[in-house]
């Protein structure tokens, strides 16, 4: 039978056991890769960061467990196994008055140094990442959608601001809010096309022309923002019907315009057609003009080098002819000088006894063809038959003789005696 005073030692072992299971917890730390821890010492209360990953000693002190990245959901709904399917989406207000809510996320990647990871516990005050979204992150996020919204209406964020208006609130979440003034001035309407007077907010700038910035509440923090995204703006039916609307008067507007700006451009171009067709019809008759002036001109030149070609013949001809004459003239001449200066060597000998040979011969073959009487009376007692005729023919080689001036006798060529 168990004593009570072995019960007492059984309870007390027994607390000692969880004690010291307990403290064993205590002893040791895993800081597992992707996280690092930030350390209370139990008694002086000492604030260290393990940022590596590895086997430390806890010492019985206290110890967060910080992820070095997370992911910010601001969305509407689940779209990962890490989001909720609570609505975190932004409400924003933009300057026409009209209300939405933008849904997205953000990746937050906390401080790689262990001064600023204790830091962002001690002195700025946040003992978990929870603490820290809740209290700078959502805030932050908030504050940049609702002035980027205030810079833009409904439809122009709809339609096209919609890449400003995600460059701006990345700008404002990263480096700080803009500051921004009121401007008014007038413009024309793009439905109504009436000018109207509108007071605005818009950008502020520096003296460098930079954008001017409130304080940056991430400045000191150590945190780096980045992958900004926003999936989606959530009008509200009446705003969504609103800016179905605009969208469709400025279209109509814009296609009114397109077709006034094309009728313009159109009789511009008729215009232009126009006069281009009486410039081209002016040159060409200009180049006609031309031409015919430059086929005049070859014409003339032509009809120039031809009776110059013409001239340069005639007056080589009439020289040829000069020439011919004056060569005639002189061969006549000289053959002239030779025949007289023959004639004188030989008193024409040669002509005369070819004349006279011409002469006889026809004599002689008249003669051979006369009739004669086949009796003769009489004779001269010479015992020639036909006198007559013999002394007939010796007349007429004497006449023949003087009148050729022949003188057929020999001379002597020796002296006289």
Same mark, same amino acid.
């Given at each position: 039978?168990?004593?009570?005073?072995?019960?007492?030692?059984?309870?007390?072992?027994?607390?000692?056991?969880?004690v &010291?299971?307990?403290?064993?917890? +205590?002893?040791?730390e895993?800081?597992?890769?992707?996280?690092?821890?930030i350390?209370?010492?139990?008694?002086?209360?000492?604030?260290?960061?393990?940022?590596?990953?590895?086997?430390?000693?806890?010492?019985?002190?206290?110890? /967060?467990?910080?992820?070095?990245?997370? #992911?910010f959901?601001?969305?509407?709904?689940?779209?990962?196994?890490?989001?909720? @399917?609570?609505?975190?989406?932004i /409400?924003?207000?933009f300057?026409?008055g009209?209300?939405a809510r933008?849904?997205?996320?953000?990746?937050v990647?906390m401080?790689?140094?262990?001064?600023?990871?204790?830091?962002?516990v001690?002195?700025?005050g946040?003992?978990?990442? &929870?603490?820290?979204?809740?209290?700078?992150?959502r805030p932050?996020?908030?504050n940049?959608?609702?002035?980027?919204?205030?810079?833009?209406?409904?439809?122009?964020?709809?339609?096209?601001?919609?890449?400003?208006?995600?460059?701006?609130?990345?700008?404002?979440?990263?480096n700080?809010?803009?500051? #921004?003034?009121? +401007?008014?001035?007038?413009?024309? @309407?793009?439905?109504?096309?009436?000018?109207v007077?509108?007071?605005?907010?818009?950008?502020?700038?520096?003296?460098?022309?930079? $954008?001017?910035?409130q304080?940056?509440?991430?400045?000191?923090?150590?945190?780096?923002?980045?992958?900004?995204?926003i999936?989606?703006?959530?009008?509200?039916?009446?705003? +969504?019907?609103?800016?179905?609307?605009?969208? /469709?008067?400025?279209?109509? =507007?814009?296609? !009114?315009?397109?077709?006034a +700006?094309?009728?313009?451009?159109? &009789?511009?171009?008729?215009?232009?057609?126009?006069?281009?067709?009486?410039?081209?019809?002016?040159?060409?008759?200009?180049?006609l003009?031309i031409?015919?002036?430059?086929?005049?001109?070859?014409d003339?030149?032509?009809?120039?080098?031809?009776?110059?070609?013409?001239?340069?013949?005639?007056?080589?001809e009439?020289? !040829?002819?000069v020439?011919?004459?004056?060569?005639?003239?002189?061969?006549?001449?000289?053959?002239?000088?030779?025949k007289?200066?023959?004639?004188? &060597?030989?008193g024409?000998?040669?002509e005369?006894?070819?004349?006279?040979?011409?002469?006889?011969?026809?004599?002689? @073959?008249?003669?051979?063809?006369?009739?004669?009487?086949?009796? =003769?009376?009489?004779?001269?007692?010479?015992?020639?038959?036909?006198?007559?005729?013999?002394? $007939?023919?010796?007349?007429?080689?004497?006449?023949?003789?003087?009148?050729?001036?022949?003188?057929?006798?020999?001379?002597?060529?020796?002296?006289?005696?």
């Amino acid at each position: 039978m168990i004593t009570q005073k072995q019960i007492v030692k059984l309870g007390g072992a027994v607390i000692i056991l969880i004690v &010291a299971i307990v403290l064993v917890g +205590k002893l040791t730390e895993t800081v597992d890769k992707g996280t690092y821890h930030i350390k209370q010492a139990a008694i002086s209360g000492r604030m260290t960061a393990h940022m590596d990953p590895g086997l430390y000693c806890q010492c019985f002190g206290d110890r /967060e467990v910080w992820s070095r990245a997370n #992911t910010f959901f601001f969305t509407q709904g689940r779209d990962v196994a890490q989001d909720t @399917d609570i609505d975190n989406s932004i /409400e924003v207000r933009f300057n026409d008055g009209s209300i939405a809510r933008i849904s997205g996320t953000l990746r937050v990647v906390m401080p790689t140094s262990p001064q600023q990871a204790i830091d962002l516990v001690t002195v700025q005050g946040y003992r978990s990442y &929870a603490d820290l979204e809740a209290k700078l992150i959502r805030p932050s996020v908030r504050n940049a959608l609702r002035l980027t919204a205030n810079l833009m209406s409904a439809r122009q964020s709809y339609s096209e601001k919609r890449a400003d208006f995600n460059a701006w609130a990345s700008d404002q979440i990263q480096n700080g809010l803009y500051q #921004t003034e009121e +401007k008014t001035e007038r413009i024309k @309407d793009l439905i109504s096309g009436e000018e109207v007077i509108r007071t605005f907010k818009v950008i502020k700038k520096d003296e460098q022309g930079n $954008f001017a910035r409130q304080s940056n509440p991430f400045a000191e923090t150590g945190l780096r923002l980045a992958n900004f995204e926003i999936k989606e703006f959530i009008y509200a039916d009446r705003v +969504k019907a609103q800016i179905q609307q605009q969208q /469709e008067a400025l279209m109509a =507007v814009a296609t !009114a315009a397109a077709q006034a +700006k094309k009728a313009e451009q159109d &009789a511009k171009t008729m215009e232009a057609q126009g006069k281009a067709r009486v410039t081209k019809a002016k040159y060409e008759e200009e180049e006609l003009k031309i031409k015919a002036v430059v086929q005049a001109q070859r014409d003339k030149e032509v009809a120039e080098t031809q009776a110059r070609k013409l001239l340069e013949v005639a007056k080589l001809e009439k020289q !040829a002819a000069v020439f011919q004459k004056q060569r005639d003239i002189l061969q006549g001449q000289g053959e002239a000088e030779k025949k007289r200066l023959i004639i004188q &060597a030989d008193g024409a000998l040669k002509e005369k006894l070819a004349a006279y040979t011409s002469v006889m011969a026809k004599f002689a @073959d008249a003669y051979s063809k006369r009739k004669v009487p086949q009796l =003769v009376m009489g004779g001269s007692g010479r015992g020639d038959t036909d006198t007559q005729s013999i002394d $007939f023919q010796s007349a007429m080689q004497l006449l023949v003789a003087k009148q050729l001036g022949l003188d057929l006798g020999i001379r002597s060529t020796g002296p006289s005696e």
